[in-house]
């Protein structure tokens, strides 16, 4: 049984910044590649970023490049978003995810373990 548990969503202004944290339980997953994802309603779960297994690789939506930041720390079996300079449109239930078996994708399906979401609300 895998865990994953996001935290530190909340409300912010428009150009301010908030840090998401995911927390994995229930097995060691330094080899896996995590992810985030956000949706809205009405709209399909939307890639946002995703780092290797290592932490030397990231990929990012262009819509968040420059402005967000994963990484995460094996030792402590967590993965963050810093997002800075945050706008209306980043408002979504955000989403940590595990692939274990692959390299880093952008594809929902293969994502093996999701979190519950966190929201996150940028207000104008």
């Known amino acids: 049984q895998v865990q994953l548990v996001e935290s530190g969503g909340g409300l912010v202004q428009a150009g301010g910044s908030l840090r998401l944290s995911c927390a994995a339980s229930?097995?060691?997953?330094?080899?896996?590649?995590m992810g985030w994802f956000r949706q809205t309603p009405g709209k399909e779960r939307e890639f946002v970023a995703a780092i290797s297994w290592t932490g030397g690789r990231t990929d990012y939506v262009d819509s968040v490049k420059g402005r967000f930041t994963i990484s995460r720390d094996n030792a402590k079996n967590t993965v963050y978003l810093q997002m800075n300079s945050l706008k209306p449109g980043d408002t979504a239930v955000y989403y940590c995810?595990?692939?274990?078996?692959?390299?880093?994708?952008?594809?929902?399906?293969?994502?093996?373990?999701w979190g519950r979401g966190t929201q996150v609300t940028v207000s104008s």
């Open positions: 229930g097995r060691t997953f330094s080899t896996w590649v």
């Open positions: 995810a595990a692939d274990y078996g692959g390299g880093m994708t952008r594809v929902r399906d293969l994502y093996d373990y």
